[in-house]
């Protein structure tokens, strides 16, 4: 029995196959539904158990003194930071009469910049009375410490434009002594000297004018942007609308919850490394999915084609059996219901040739321990093996599940088809499984894939294994030529699939 793939498939094999992956996770949309439905409700609870403390909301124009039509916020993101110095929180104390430190109120509020010129100060307190006084506190601290600025720098603009000029009245006032003590006389070179100290008597004077009208004009402008400077919105409590805040949180959990069941799916299949498709469990236990039966009966516009599905699974095992010497055991691996349900559609068919035995080598009670009807074919336990007659049908049923008892699987039959459901078996049991019924010398001649994925569309056909595939076995020979050789030709059947709403049963 093939194990392996060739060594050109393995080279090409994608170090991490995207489409398993989508399909691994899609199948287990229970989690991440689960935990998107999860962050919905704890979103929801945190809105009604854990509502927002009582808030108030103030605006304020503020005026700056380098505004420009280009500016890109700086100036009002200054006044944010600002805001949030303990200088600004201990004066609002101070308005206030609370004995809190700044350091805490500094937690209760915080500035937002809407435009170049407008600050929005939001704040939280006790109850909403108190978050209004503390906003509009804040505001009235925050306006009076920005006009007390402006007036700070103005005052110091005009100071410095001030002593300048008092600076050159005094040279203008020995340039007015020097101009006094001369007099005038007929030498060219004191006419001159005299002629310099007139132009700058005048250069003086002129100078002194014009830092008096600076000075005088850096007053004028700081009135402006006082009154510039104000609240525009009066300080007001913010209402909280439950429904809404239930609604938005629920969202927020929503979104986060799946992404979060998203990346745990993600991750769980990477590490966990289980196939979920028919390319892959092929390729893993060395044998063709010969059928793919659904877990569920499912919907009712549904269980038609499953039951034509089985119909067709149990007819190609039945013409199996009749035309084999050998013995079929079916093997399980995660689907134990299936398989024994499998395995009495078989008897039955079987049971218009002749007596039928089943034998449970199964570990739980889904064969020997049932409840019997009437025409159900004889069930023996795995211990009675030996007691069948070999004139009656015999249909061994056993598991390849961990902890199995593999030298007891020959005993069951010589020839099995393996019924797997899909995404159980991580691909290293897998290989043990395909390793170990190869040591039994127990051929795998097909796969039953249970519970497949509706959008698979891979191959599980495995062409390199045609010595133990079913589909190697509906050999028949031609009509013989003229040489008097016959020549064989391959019949590959293909697998009874259970398709989407749109497709057709194949």
Not at 225 to 236: E, K, M, N, S, Y
Request: hydrophobic share 40%.
């Amino acid at each position: 029995m093939t194990t392996s793939t060739t060594s050109e498939s393995s080279a090409a094999t994608p170090l991490l196959d995207i489409q398993a992956l989508v399909v691994a996770v899609r199948r287990r949309r229970r989690l991440w539904s689960a935990m998107a439905l999860l962050g919905l409700l704890i979103g929801a609870a945190m809105a009604v158990l854990l509502p927002p403390s009582p808030a108030a909301m103030t605006k304020v124009l503020v005026a700056h003194a380098e505004d420009q039509p280009n500016d890109t916020g700086t100036l009002i993101r200054t006044d944010v930071q600002l805001l949030g110095t303990t200088q600004i929180a201990d004066r609002a104390l101070r308005i206030l009469k609370s004995p809190e430190k700044p350091e805490d109120f500094m937690r209760d509020y915080r500035g937002t910049g809407l435009t170049n010129n407008v600050l929005q100060i939001d704040v939280t307190g006790d109850t909403d009375a108190e978050a209004v006084a503390r906003a509009k506190a804040l505001a009235d601290a925050f306006v009076t410490d920005h006009v007390k600025r402006i007036r700070d720098i103005a005052d110091a603009d005009a100071k410095g434009l001030l002593d300048q000029r008092d600076r050159l009245q005094a040279e203008l006032a020995d340039v007015n002594k020097a101009i006094g003590g001369r007099t005038s006389d007929i030498d060219p070179q004191a006419s001159a000297n005299l002629e310099s100290l007139f132009a700058r008597r005048a250069a003086l004077t002129s100078q002194i004018d014009d830092f008096g009208q600076r000075a005088e004009e850096a007053r004028i402008g700081t009135p402006q942007l006082i009154v510039g400077t104000q609240i525009v919105d009066a300080p007001r409590a913010v209402r909280h609308s439950l429904p809404k805040a239930v609604v938005t949180n629920g969202v927020i959990g929503l979104v986060l919850g799946l992404v979060l069941g998203l990346l745990l799916a993600a991750v769980g299949v990477v590490v966990a490394d289980r196939p979920v498709l028919r390319r892959d469990i092929s390729a893993n236990l060395g044998a063709s999915v010969i059928a793919e039966l659904p877990r569920r009966s499912g919907r009712p516009w549904r269980r038609r084609r499953t039951r034509v599905a089985r119909e067709r699974l149990t007819t190609t095992l039945a013409r199996t059996v009749r035309g084999s010497a050998e013995p079929l055991l079916l093997l399980e691996l995660g689907c134990a219901r299936s398989t024994s349900v499998i395995a009495l559609g078989l008897a039955r068919a079987l049971a218009e040739d002749g007596p039928v035995v089943v034998v449970d080598g199964l570990p739980g009670p889904q064969l020997a321990r049932r409840r019997s009807k009437p025409g159900d074919p004889t069930v023996v336990s795995g211990e009675r093996a030996a007691a069948v007659s070999p004139q009656e049908h015999r249909i061994g049923v056993g598991s390849v599940a961990p902890g199995t008892a593999w030298t007891d699987l020959q005993y069951l039959g010589t020839q099995t088809v393996l019924v797997v459901r899909a995404g159980h078996g991580s691909a290293a049991w897998l290989h043990t499984v395909a390793r170990q019924l190869a040591d039994q010398r127990i051929p795998v001649i097909g796969v039953v894939l249970i519970d497949p994925d509706p959008r698979d569309r891979t191959d599980g056909t495995l062409w390199d294994g045609l010595h133990t595939a079913l589909r190697g076995r509906s050999e028949r020979p031609a009509r013989p030529n003229g040489t008097g050789r016959r020549r064989t030709e391959l019949q590959p059947m293909r697998a009874a699939r259970v398709p989407d709403d749109d497709q057709e049963v194949r």
